[in-house]
Every structure is written in structure tokens, then in C-alpha cells.
């Protein structure tokens, strides 16, 4: 981001269709964005009025977060990630994710403070096309969770 950039991060209402081409680059199946893209809380990041970056949250799961591909390593995902733990710690003590087992988004997650704790077998072989990071093709969940200051449960 440019020095003086304005960055504002909000919880979104309404209609959710504006943000779903960036959804998709956190999820690429719009059948599966599609199961819960209407569920939860929607937080968006605009960086000088322009739609940045998102995080879609459901209960104590973080099922998405993106960012626009001229905003990555910028910090803004890490922002949105804070953000999105602010928002469940009203409710819960812990934030869960889940990454592919061959995303770099797992570098990402750990660190930000998340430990890995679990794997979702064959998770990925579920979508309608091969899902492919890095050269590889992803079948497994790798699940992580960070635990939060709250009083929830």
C-alpha cells in the first residue's frame, strides 16, 4: 500500500454478490462458496475506497479470507485475520481454519498464532475441479486453531 493509505475494515450487511469475485480467490468452488456464503459475518477491507480484501465468518470458523492480488503481503490479510478473531472472541475462545495441506496460506496462519490440531481427509477431492497450489493438487484440510481472550464459551 502507498504511505497514507486509508484502510478501513468493516462488517458488511446485505446483499453479499459484490464480494463473491473475491471470495473466489479464497474459495474456488462457487459451489461451495454457494453452501455458505449467505451464513455468518462478512468483514471488508477497502484500502482507499477499494474493495481490498475479505473474511467471511461462520460461528467460530473462518471459512474464507482473501485478498485483492495488488494488496498481498501488504499486511491487509493479516488485518483481516485480526479482525475476524475480534469477532469471534464475543462468542468463543478459540478461532478454527482450515488450509490445504500443500498452501502456502499455512506459513500465513502459523505466523499469525495458529497450531496446527487436526486434518479434514479428502476434503478437496469433494470439488468439482482439482484444486492446485503451489504445483500441487490439494485433497486434505489441514485445520488450525488459535486460542482468544474472551468470555464466551
Same mark, same amino acid.
Given at each position: 500500500?502507498? *504511505?497514507?493509505s486509508?484502510i478501513? +475494515?468493516?462488517?458488511?450487511?446485505?446483499d453479499?454478490?459484490?464480494f463473491? *469475485?473475491? %471470495?473466489?480467490e479464497?474459495?474456488?468452488? $462457487?459451489?461451495? %462458496?454457494?453452501r455458505y456464503l449467505?451464513?455468518g459475518?462478512? %468483514?471488508?477491507? #477497502?484500502?482507499?475506497g477499494?474493495?481490498?480484501g475479505?473474511?467471511?465468518?461462520?460461528?467460530? $470458523? %473462518?471459512m474464507?479470507?482473501?485478498?485483492?492480488?495488488?494488496h498481498?503481503?501488504e499486511? /491487509?490479510?493479516?488485518? /483481516?485475520?485480526?479482525? !475476524?478473531?475480534?469477532l +469471534?472472541?464475543?462468542?468463543?475462545n !478459540?478461532?478454527?481454519?482450515?488450509t490445504?495441506?500443500h498452501?502456502? !496460506?499455512?506459513a500465513?496462519?502459523?505466523?499469525?498464532? #495458529? $497450531?496446527? #490440531?487436526?486434518?479434514r $481427509?479428502?476434503f478437496f477431492?469433494?470439488?468439482?475441479? *482439482?484444486? +492446485?497450489?503451489?504445483?500441487?493438487?490439494?485433497?486434505?484440510? +489441514?485445520? #488450525?486453531?488459535?486460542? /482468544?481472550?474472551?468470555?464466551?464459551?
Amino acid at each position: 500500500m502507498r *504511505p497514507g493509505s486509508s484502510i478501513e +475494515v468493516r462488517l458488511e450487511e446485505g446483499d453479499r454478490r459484490p464480494f463473491v *469475485p473475491l %471470495l473466489l480467490e479464497g474459495d474456488e468452488d $462457487e459451489a461451495m %462458496l454457494a453452501r455458505y456464503l449467505d451464513e455468518g459475518s462478512l %468483514l471488508a477491507a #477497502y484500502v482507499d475506497g477499494e474493495l481490498s480484501g475479505v473474511a467471511l465468518v461462520v460461528g467460530q $470458523e %473462518l471459512m474464507n479470507i482473501a485478498v485483492a492480488a495488488k494488496h498481498r503481503r501488504e499486511g /491487509l490479510g493479516s488485518l /483481516l485475520l485480526a479482525a !475476524a478473531e475480534d469477532l +469471534v472472541s464475543k462468542e468463543w475462545n !478459540a478461532i478454527i481454519v482450515g488450509t490445504g495441506d500443500h498452501s502456502p !496460506a499455512r506459513a500465513f496462519y502459523e505466523a499469525n498464532g #495458529y $497450531e496446527e #490440531y487436526g486434518c479434514r $481427509e479428502g476434503f478437496f477431492d469433494r470439488y468439482a475441479r *482439482p484444486v +492446485v497450489e503451489g504445483g500441487h493438487i490439494l485433497h486434505d484440510m +489441514v485445520m #488450525y486453531r488459535k486460542s /482468544l481472550s474472551t468470555s464466551g464459551r
